[in-house]
């Protein structure tokens, strides 16, 4: 009897799961009947009926909801096994790959990366963020259909795996992966507050996948794509396709070349010098890297930073860049000229290390420099973001230890007043995007006077950045910033250059001054 019976109930729950209607049938929104149901029963069955009514309503109630949807794979992992190790999603994304192939149907893999629950668990503590991963788990199932299954895979990685069908092609993958990142999406009410996690998706196609092709390439591409959706923006969705596979192969290249470039020495400052407004005098340089490519020739950092980063080498390029701008800074000392600093830029991975205050104190006494000398250039993103921890920690320490810290691209990072108290700074370096047509423009002006404001307020000096007329330089001389750097004034170049630039920006000082004029 009991056999039949569950066979019965599976039946029933499978079909109102097919037809999405299990949350309708059984949820909430079924007490909204009741009162219909015992007036209907009472009217017709009398109170017998009324009774009976009173005890199958609860008892259906129980055993439909409380059933568990008729899949192996969720019963699993509802069982505790949210978690799967890399080796289990391989295994049972090339499971699901192989089902599908046999029934000659299709089926895909698609990732989930939460990305701000690394900050969130490093701010707000471990506990919150595993609520915050239990909660994703439980919607990701919730939209999926109940044949599908969805399991976490790393700390804030998830995964969802689609049972074989027919018309699993790119455009019914893009709406799903659509319709599953705003679900995901939803604001996230937890004890501690309401959490606004972005969602990258990056997913594979069995269809998209070559000929050949075998159950485990399904994940692993699922993955390039998921990488390739991380490196664009927050949010964004990326479909596997062989083209990826073209520009992923680039980037190895890149990466290895890049590498081997360091270690030859191709990697190398280039120097932009910031002038004090009101003496025209030089205040310091900006250290700004170059690749001096065999074949390419002069190469930008925004086209090699990021493979240095991925390369988990942006501590050897510190290191390079330090070097050279100390050992550039002491050959301008020698040629008896006066600059005054060498300002370096140091991304989140090095803020993080904490062993850089006593690599720097170590590098300072090797050339024999004051800290003074040395700038910190720190992204206002960086402490926008974390406030409190290592890098606040470092940050103060280097100032503590003499070194000028810049927080630079101000005024596009949203770092609280509160931030910029925790963290020692000296000066604001406003972002190019304030100082662009301030001659020109109202607005801009205003804007510009109130970033100067606050920074006068705050006690700290400013520096603006991206100055590439005489017009903005007179006018921020005018508005009371104390330095600038730009165009305008100077591009970047190599330390001989800088000596010779810097020896003739002192004659037209000196000239200016005999004529009684104030320096452009
Ligand atoms: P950043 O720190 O904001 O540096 C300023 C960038 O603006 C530099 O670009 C500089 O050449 C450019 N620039 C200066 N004046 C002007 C101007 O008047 N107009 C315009 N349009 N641009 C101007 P660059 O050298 O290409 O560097 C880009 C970014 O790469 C830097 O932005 C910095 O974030 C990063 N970077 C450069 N060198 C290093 C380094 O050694 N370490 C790290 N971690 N990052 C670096
Ligand atoms: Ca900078
Ligand atoms: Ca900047």
Redesign the pocket.
């Given at each position: 009897m009991r056999r039949p019976l569950s066979q019965g109930l599976l039946a029933c729950r499978t079909l109102l799961a097919r037809l999405q209607l299990r949350r309708w049938t059984v949820g909430p929104h079924m007490l909204a009947f009741l009162p219909a149901l015992t007036l209907g029963g009472f009217w017709l069955g009398g109170e017998s009926m009324l009774l009976g009514l009173a005890l199958v309503i609860p008892l259906a109630y129980g055993l439909v909801l409380g059933a568990e949807p008729p899949v192996a794979g969720h019963a699993e992992q509802r069982a505790g096994q949210d978690l799967v190790s890399m080796a289990v999603a391989q295994d049972l994304a090339a499971q699901g790959f192989e089902r599908a192939r046999a029934a000659q149907m299709h089926t895909a893999c698609l990732l989930f990366e939460a990305e701000g629950l690394e900050t969130i668990s490093r701010r707000m503590g471990e506990g919150v963020a595993e609520t915050l991963r239990v909660l994703f788990l439980a919607r990701l199932r919730e939209l999926l259909r109940p044949e599908d299954s969805a399991m976490r895979i790393g700390d804030s990685r998830f995964m969802a795996l689609i049972a074989p069908g027919l018309r699993l092609d790119l455009e019914a993958l893009l709406a799903l992966a659509d319709r599953l990142q705003r679900g995901l999406e939803e604001p996230a009410a937890t004890d501690t507050g309401v959490h606004y996690l972005s969602v990258a998706v990056g997913f594979c196609g069995s269809a998209r996948l070559r000929p050949g092709a075998v159950g485990a390439d399904m994940l692993d591409c699922a993955q390039a794509a998921l990488r390739e959706a991380m490196d664009n923006a927050p949010s964004a969705i990326r479909a596997w396709s062989e083209g990826m596979r073209a520009e992923r192969r680039a980037r190895t290249v890149l990466l290895s070349e890049v590498e081997a470039a360091l270690a030859k020495g191709q990697i190398q400052?280039?120097y932009?010098p910031q002038l004090c407004t009101s003496t025209g005098e030089i205040s310091g340089v900006?250290?700004?890297?170059?690749w001096m490519h065999p074949q390419h020739g002069i190469v930008?950092?925004?086209r090699f930073?990021g493979a240095l980063h991925d390369a988990g080498r942006?501590d050897q390029?510190?290191e390079a860049?330090l070097h050279h701008g100390l050992s550039a800074l002491r050959g301008w000392d020698e040629q008896g000229l006066r600059i005054p600093r060498v300002s370096?830029?140091?991304?989140e991975v090095?803020l993080r290390n904490p062993r850089l205050v006593d690599r720097l104190k170590w590098d300072l006494d090797r050339y024999g420099m004051a800290a003074s000398r040395l700038g910190i250039?720190v992204?206002e993103t960086v402490i926008a973001e974390s406030p409190d921890g290592i890098i606040a920690r470092n940050v103060t320490a280097l100032a503590r230890l003499g070194c000028r810290v810049d927080l630079?691209?101000f005024g596009t990072g949203h770092a609280s007043i509160a931030a910029l108290r925790r963290v020692t700074v000296h000066r604001l370096?406003i972002?190019?995007s304030f100082v662009?047509r301030i001659d020109r423009s109202e607005d801009q002006r205003r804007m510009l006077a109130a970033v100067l404001g606050l920074a006068d307020r705050l006690g700290l000096e400013t520096v603006a950045?991206?100055?590439?007329s005489s017009g903005e330089h007179a006018l921020l001389a005018q508005l009371g910033c104390d330095h600038a750097?730009?165009?305008?004034?100077a591009?970047?170049m190599p330390a001989p250059q800088l000596a010779e630039w810097a020896r003739e920006h002192a004659q037209r000082i000196a000239a200016a001054q005999k004529l009684g004029r104030r320096p452009a």
């Open positions: 400052p280039w932009q900006e250290a700004l890297v170059r930008p950092p925004s930073l942006m390029l510190t860049v370096i830029n140091f991304s090095e250039e992204l630079d691209d370096k972002d190019r662009t950045e991206g100055v590439e750097q730009g165009f305008g004034i591009r970047p």
